[in-house]
């Protein structure tokens, strides 16, 4: 398996050398990968209608996961970066090709864009898009297709009911096709996933729960006739499960064929970033002697 750590950036103050003091010390302890999660901006959850039903809020720092992998482009060497996941329906799909093609490039082929519908709508308004909430799954879907034509010609011709692209292209192309992996908790994101992408991030789910949901989407991939080996699935772990059970965690995944793994630091009370160095050091210690 791949092995990854979540930048608890929630936690983090917006501290800007935490960022670049984590990434290189994930990298130097081997892990492969690091993954960013994103939210343009935070709401104040009170007195809204229809609810805010996500986790975060105003209060919760968030660095642009695009801005922040270009800067990490030029102080890592080997990690890959991933999403984890860009709400990509609430943004320009040509301008995100752009940034993630450049990202892409500075990095030397180390992008891994996870995206996703969100679930803040308020996001939405600010971003000024607040008729594509309702939409925004149709929407991804599109976004998929056009940003992989943009990827892999110089110019095209494009529209569907959300783009219109009349002969214009991106330049530099990135030198290959981005890998896109789809989050999420319904039944749609995981059929759109297996219809789509190249994997699937499970985040915020129990071991077992993880499980079904990659024998779910292995199920519509077989019905598709795509191959399961071209297809990735990431648990995240949570590191307050404690050490006492990360070795079954780490093995049940594994166990499952999972590809990759990564832990998560947030919600662990620890106040500083090299708390949270500690601790992906003491788990990825535990993932050693499993593997």
Known sequence: MKVGAIYPQTELGGDV?????????????????????????????????????????????????????????????????????????????????????????FSGGRLRLGIGVGWNWVEFDALELPDTFKKRGRRQEAQIDLMRKLWAEQQIEHQDDFHRVDRAGILPLPKRQIPIWLGGSSEVAYDRAARMADGFLISGRSQDYAQK?????????????????????????????????????IAAWQDAGGSHISIVTMGADLKKVDDHIDAIRQWREVYDSVG
């Open 17 to 105: 050398g935490a960022v670049k003091a984590f990434a290189q010390a994930a990298e130097e302890m081997g892990y492969d990968h690091l993954v960013i999660y994103d939210h343009v901006l935070g709401a104040d959850h009170a007195g809204r209608e229809p609810k805010l039903r996500g986790p975060y809020k105003n209060t919760d720092p968030f660095h642009e996961p695009l801005v922040t992998y270009a800067y990490l482009a030029g102080v890592t060497e080997r990690i890959e970066l991933v999403t984890g996941v860009l709400v990509l329906p609430q943004r320009q799909t040509a301008l995100v090709a752009k940034q993630a093609a450049d990202v892409d490039l």
């Open 213 to 249: 949901i990659k024998t779910r989407i292995e199920g519509q991939l077989d019905e598709l006739g795509r191959e399961r080996s071209s297809f990735g699935f990431e648990s995240i772990q949570s590191f307050n499960r404690g050490p006492n059970r990360w070795p079954e965690d």
